[in-house]
């Protein structure tokens, strides 16, 4: 079956971690049909330690507060056939991201904004862009990775996978290798796929990103835009993250009100 070629090959990876190396050979006592799910089990197990006693944002660089003019911002209609979006496509708070997928702070910011858009569902959306550091080894692989799973319509599947499992993949000898695993675990075409990664179409995507990020100056990842206006240094917290897009939904319901 797929699902126990897919496990098998992942255990090859997941054998180099010292963290759980007994854990792993138990694997092989199980029924072909258990071995995919414990082995997402165990690797969730080791992410959780790992990022335990993560904050939520750090800086990656010296940031700087920076306000998106009138005239950089786009439609909801134009947006989404650019960019990926989470929640209501036509919300009209608008929370735009720039991430790495192999930043721990990315990771911790992604799994909080997307409680966000719910619990404000449906006032909210979301806007992911790519913005891989140049320290990080394989962040623009998975960038490409995410991408190229968007072209078969599971981009945020793969971009969920590609955060849920960073510790893993990030610490891999060639983690391209975990991303064609991830691909066939989502029921993706793996020769598309793997033509996808490395087409212009997909490079393309991930370098708009980026003059996206250049065109606002941003230099940190993450970096998240509230309706137009950047997180500063003292909201790079839950607590602040929360009232930017709590303020600036009552500020458009309000707008709206008074039509």
């Known amino acids: 079956m797929r699902d126990s070629r897919v496990s098998l090959k992942a255990l090859k990876y997941y054998e180099k971690f010292d963290d759980f190396p007994h854990a792993l050979k138990l694997l092989a006592s199980f029924p072909s049909c258990m071995k995919r799910y414990l082995a997402f089990i165990i690797v969730g197990v080791v992410a959780l330690t790992a990022l335990a006693g993560s904050p939520l944002l750090c800086q990656t660089m010296q940031p700087h507060r ?6 950089e911002t786009n439609s909801a209609s134009g947006v989404a ?10 919300a ?4 735009e991201e720039f991430g790495d997928f192999e930043c721990p702070s990315c990771k911790n ?6 409680q966000l858009v719910k619990e404000y569902h449906p006032h909210v959306r979301l806007i992911f862009r790519n913005f891989s550091l140049p320290m990080h080894q394989f962040a623009r692989d998975a ?10 319509g599971r981009y945020w599947e793969m971009h969920d996978m590609l955060f849920r499992e960073q510790a893993v993949w990030s610490s891999a000898t060639d ?3 975990l991303f064609d695993t991830y ?6 075409d793996l020769n598309q796929f793997r033509k996808d990664v490395k087409s212009d179409k997909v490079r393309e995507r991930v370098e708009s990103d ?3 990020a250049k065109s606002l100056g941003v230099k940190t990842a993450p970096t998240l835009f509230v309706d137009k206006r950047e997180m500063g240094l003292n909201e790079r917290n839950p607590e602040g993250v929360r009232k930017l897009v709590d303020e600036a939904v009552k500020a458009k319901t309000s707008a709206s009100e008074k039509k």
């Open 92 to 95: 009209p708070v608008t929370l």
């Open 210 to 212: 980026q003059a996206r």
């Open 66 to 71: 920076l306000s998106i003019s009138a005239g």
């Open 175 to 177: 983690a391209r290798l």
């Open 81 to 90: 056939r650019s960019v990926h979006i989470r929640g209501n496509p036509e």
């Open 143 to 152: 960038a490409l990775a995410a991408e190229a799973a968007g072209l078969q």
């Open 183 to 188: 691909a066939e675990t989502l029921g993706l």
């Open 109 to 114: 910011l992604a799994t909080f904004i997307d």
